[in-house]
């Protein structure tokens, strides 16, 4: 099931993603897709509605290093534990929502990676089987970061939570095997990251069990699960594609901040 945030001519409402490439449409749900499914009977032509973010998180929890890959062309060192880190909720942007380039940083990268979202009743000291558990759904991610200011900073709080810094979307797909998925990133038409969930160092129970160590998960928080080797900078301009297998493509195009 794919269920999606969007912005329609009535207002805004949850919806659920049906038919194929050729003819998306989007059917209406009462409420918040966390209860029960229940139609409105409404149905829209997805080209003729405006995606968002499918989720408002409270938090975004990240992980650093999780590809052996991405951690050697940093010239760094895969953690025994997995490193987390967080981003602010007011970095969460949606589907063709603008990344946009602050003038703070000379070097803004693209970080694609596969996003779980945390479904009720949350996750507060689970193990791996309270965590599969935990687990509501996926999209597609993109771990924006000003790089030159991750490495002047020495901690990634600045590096990584400037707003629109965390494109989302386009959906939430549920029920999805994510053992083994090609995680691409292009810019433009050229594809800049190219990897498979397989080679995480730490697999999805493992890390939803350790972050629920430390913090309590709620429903509709987001972990991003660390990206593959082959980041490099955005320009104003570029249009930045995050594709994932069995979910979809997340699209943004890079402006400059006025």
Known sequence: MRIARFVHAGGMSFGIVEGDAG???VAGIDGHPFGQISFTGERW??????LLSPILPSKV????????????????????????????STSVV???????????????????ELAVIIGPPGAR????AGAERAIFGYACANDVTARDLQRTDGQ???AKGFDSFCPLGPWIVTDLDVSDLEVRCEVGEEVRQLGR????????PTLISYVSHVMTLLPGDVL???????????????????????????????????
Request: aromatic share 4%.
């Open 23 to 25: 003819g998306l449409t």
């Open 45 to 50: 032509a997805l080209a003729d509605v405006r």
């Open 61 to 88: 929890v990240c992980v650093g290093r999780n590809y052996a890959d991405h951690a050697a062309e940093h010239g760094a060192e895969v953690p025994k534990e997995p490193l987390i880190f967080l981003k602010p």
């Open 94 to 112: 949606g589907p063709r929502d603008a990344v946009k380039l602050p003038p703070q940083s000379k070097q803004v990268e693209h970080e694609a």
């Open 125 to 128: 000291r689970v193990d791996r």
């Open 156 to 158: 990634w709080t600045r």
């Open 197 to 204: 969930t397989k080679d995480m160092v730490f697999d999805v």
């Open 224 to 258: 991003l699960t660390g990206t593959p080797a082959g980041v490099s900078p955005l320009t104003a301009g570029d249009t930045v594609t995050v594709r994932i297998e069995g979910i979809g493509e997340l699209a943004n195009p890079v402006l400059a901040l006025d």
